[in-house]
Each structure stands twice: as C-alpha cells, then as structure tokens.
C-alpha cells in the first residue's frame, strides 16, 4: 500500500493499472479523441469504471517527432478535464507534464500525482512533489520526442537506462520525496530501438529490484506493430497483453495502457496466477 495525503494506490493484489487519457490533437495512437472536453471526461469515467487504479491525463503529445506545447495551452487543456474527474472518481488522478506550472495546475484543482517523461529534469517540480507529498514517476528517454527516435545508440542500454533511473530517483528523495512514492519508467519507446525496447522488458526484473516501484508502457506502441505487423495501434491489443502479462509476471508495479477494460482482465489474471498457493486467489472470490 503506498498512500499519500490525497490518495492511496493499493498493490496487495501485485499490479494495477493507468489508464491513458490524452488530451491533444496529436498522440500517436488517439490523438484528437478526446480533445474535446466533455468527452474527455466520459473517458475518464469509463476508465474508473473498468478498474483503472489510476488515472493519467496528459495535454502534450510525446509520440516520435512531436513539438513542444506551451504550459498555457495544456493547462487550458487539463484544467477542465482533471476539476471533473477529481471529483467524480475515487483513483488517483496523474498529470503527465514535465514542467511545473502545468504539474502545480493539475495538483491545485484535484490532481493527485506526477508523471514527468524528463525524470524532474525541472527541478522546481521536484520541489512541488514534495512540498504538495504526491508520487512522481520518473522516467527515461533519450533526448526530445522530436529527436528521440533518430538513431538511438546505447552501449548496454538496460545497464545505462537503469543506472539513470537510480540517479533521478535518488535525487528526487534529496527534494524530500518519500522513497516509497517514487516510481521508475524505462521508458519503452522513448529513443529505444525494437532491440533495445526488447531487451529493456527481458530484463525488468533488474528493474524491479532497486526496490523502487516499477511503471512500464507499452500500450500501443510501434515496436509491437513491427513484430506483429499490426500498422494501426489500435489493432495492437494483442501484442500489448503479452507485454503487461510479462511485466506482472516480473513484478512491475504499475502498467500503463489505453485500453483499459481488456488489460485490467490481463493483470488480474497474472496476478491470480503468480499468487497461486497463497490462498489469495480464492479469498478474492469471496
């Protein structure tokens, strides 16, 4: 259990899920979906609904290639979206932002964690997660979204990826973060080649065992459509299951997905299946 003045993410049962809410005109796989406020928020409804454990709402599109938005455009974009949310759902709601002033937005009208792709490359965020007491989740990625995937070059990438990660997460417990409110991401997709997005996920265990909790996203994305041939992302569910089924297996604490209802059913039955024995299973039928 990690709980927090403004909410709790109950891991008794192993993994739980992030459902995905983008709020743009350009996510690679759902971009312009939900840009529109009031479904935005059905959205999110739906996602509480099919048993996402958190909600992570975002205004500024991280696909390959991607431009910068302004901190006023997305704030003017979340704003709406998370005031609803908050008070209509019991989970957690995330803001995917990798500044402060959108972070200190979302967390001043009910936000209640921070999921910052740069890893608080912004400091002042960092500041802000501590002074405020939410979780942060730190991820990898090598560059810019504009840049990231232009020939991405490691010499041993689970090594150097794992090495960066425990250098922000020890730095983000200077700021006065609660170890246990400290996630890492490796960020699958960001500057990574399919072999190094494949290599990353066969050794997540080294992950997991930094004792840091682990979030992993692999939902959608193109190096499952290249080995799948799946062109559409939304055709991908298939190839996203193995992965989440995997990351489970291997303790992943959190996974990140769009299609919340399909990958809550997948967690579930990891879970069940790697507390076989426990007796856990069979209380949860009562």
């Given at each position: ?217 692999t939902s959608r994305k193109s190096f499952i459509g290249k080995m799948t041939g799946k062109e559409s992302p939304t055709d991908r569910i298939f190839g996203t299951a193995a992965s989440v089924a995997l990351c489970v297996a291997e303790g992943v604490s959190i996974v990140r997905v769009h299609d ?27």
């Amino acid at each position: 259990m990690v709980e927090w003045p403004r909410g709790r993410l109950d891991f008794s049962a192993g993994c739980v899920v992030m459902g995905v809410l983008n709020v743009t005109p350009d996510s690679f796989s759902d971009g312009g979906q939900f840009l529109d406020t009031d479904r935005a928020i059905e959205h999110g409804l739906q996602m509480a609904a099919d048993g996402a454990a958190i909600i992570d709402v975002g205004a500024e599109s991280t696909r390959p290639g991607a431009k910068s938005v302004s901190a006023e455009e997305q704030i003017k974009r979340v704003v709406p979206v998370i005031e609803a949310l908050a008070q209509k759902v019991d989970v957690p709601i995330s803001i995917d932002a990798k500044t402060q002033e959108v972070a200190q937005a979302a967390l001043e009208i009910g936000a209640a964690m921070i999921n910052d792709i740069t890893a608080l490359s912004d400091e002042r965020t960092g500041e802000l997660a501590a002074e405020q007491q939410v979780p942060v989740v730190l991820m990898h990625m090598l560059g810019e979204p504009s840049t990231m995937q232009i020939e991405p070059k490691y010499k041993d990438v689970v090594s150097e990826v794992r090495q960066f990660l425990l250098k922000r997460a020890k730095r983000a417990e200077q700021f006065g973060i609660e170890r246990s409110r400290i996630f890492i991401d490796p960020g699958i997709g960001f500057g990574k080649t399919l072999e190094h997005n494949l290599l990353l996920l066969r050794n997540i265990d080294k992950f997991v065992a930094t004792d840091y909790r682990v979030l992993v996203g692999t939902s959608r994305k193109s190096f499952i459509g290249k080995m799948t041939g799946k062109e559409s992302p939304t055709d991908r569910i298939f190839g996203t299951a193995a992965s989440v089924a995997l990351c489970v297996a291997e303790g992943v604490s959190i996974v990140r997905v769009h299609d919340v209802a399909e990958m809550v059913e997948v967690v579930k039955v990891a879970n069940a299946i790697i507390s076989a024995g426990s007796g856990f299973a069979l209380r949860q039928k009562k």
